[in-house]
Nanobody, 115 residues
Framework: QVQLVESGGGLAQPGGSLRLSCAAS????????MAWYRQAPGKSRELAAA???????HYADAVEGRFTISRDFAKNTVYLQMNSLKSEDTAVYYC?????????WGQGTQVTVAS
């Protein structure tokens, strides 16, 4: 059974940083795409960042230049480093794994940016 366990959420001040972690139960080499989505209150879930098998990354315009997605094959873990946080980054962040045609989700971790 595929499991994605997120950690690292919490409260940060505007301009601050947080790092999210997503530990996968599978070897990252077998996964097509790992991604972080986020869902703010009253809004639809949206893609924040993704990393594909060959290492290419993709970022939403809203986080480009501030967020960095990376992975550690030895730990089967994907990270989202979030810098220069803004209040509009407040959301539940979900780890996503795609092994075509299947898609798996983590339970989500809350990120709140407030002074």
């Amino acid at each position: 059974q595929v499991q994605l366990v997120e950690s690292g959420g919490g409260l940060a001040q505007p301009g601050g940083s947080l790092r999210l972690s997503c530990a996968a139960s599978e070897n990252l080499f077998s996964i097509d795409t790992m991604a972080w989505y986020r869902q703010a209150p009253g809004k639809s879930r949206e893609l924040a960042a993704a990393i594909v098998r060959n290492g290419d990354t993709h970022y939403a315009d809203a986080v480009e230049g501030r967020f960095t997605i990376s992975r550690d094959f030895a730990k089967n873990t994907v990270y989202l480093q979030m810098n220069s946080l803004k209040s509009e980054d407040t959301a539940v962040y979900y780890c996503n794994e795609r092994v075509t045609p299947d898609v798996y989700w983590g339970q989500g971790t809350q990120v709140t940016v407030a002074s």
